[in-house]
């Protein structure tokens, strides 16, 4: 395999609700990516329009705390070809029990779907679709961390999937 595509996948970043800016450490890997996935809950379009600005690429949906101006710009599900494999982006996809049964069932046409919502992190597979949260790089609520994912496709293969777990802030 060559060495693809290297993804960061974000979700409810909730800015300036739960923090003024991302981390340093996650606007570090927006430099790095070659495409920035976010799964909703930006809340206003300052954080869009700042990755606009300094992403390579991004593909993202709206949340359900997203306004008007954000769901104008974003469409409510994403769908990308990456690395040659086919990209969902949604921000919710229901309580966590038979998640996996009813997303294959939704979306049969991909191969990986990114969500957001529960600020949990989460990778799951069924019947060839892979599931990702990368959880929140600003507002862990229940989690003993905030965070983030990256990783690299290609030749139709996730590799070095990383869940990386950001530092607490200061108060």
């Known amino acids: 395999m060559g060495e693809g595509l290297r ?3 974000l979700a409810d970043t909730h ?20 495409v920035v996935i976010h799964a909703g809950d ?8 700042a990755l606009e600005a300094r992403a390579s690429r991004i593909f993202g949906v709206w949340g359900n705390n997203d306004g008007a101006e954000l769901r104008r710009r974003l469409p409510e599900v994403a769908r990308v070809e990456l ?7 949604v921000h919710e ?6 998640r996996e049964e009813r997303m294959r069932a939704e979306y049969p046409d991909l191969d990986v779907l990114v969500f957001g919502h529960s600020h949990i ?3 799951t597979r ?3 679709l892979r599931l990702l949260n990368p959880g929140s790089p600003t507002d862990r609520r229940r989690q003993p961390h905030c965070t983030y994912l ?11 999937l990383e869940l990386h777990r950001l530092p607490a802030r200061g108060r």
């Open 7 to 9: 993804l960061l996948l």
């Open 15 to 34: 800015l300036p609700a739960r923090a003024r800016d991302l981390p340093a450490q996650v606007w570090a890997e927006v430099e790095a990516a070659d």
């Open 42 to 49: 930006w809340v206003t379009p300052d954080l869009l329009d």
């Open 83 to 89: 690395g040659g494999l086919r990209w969902g982006v």
């Open 93 to 98: 996809t229901g309580p966590k029990q038979r």
């Open 121 to 123: 992190p989460w990778d």
């Open 126 to 128: 069924h019947e060839g």
């Open 150 to 160: 990256t990783c690299t496709v290609g030749d139709g293969v996730v590799s070095g």
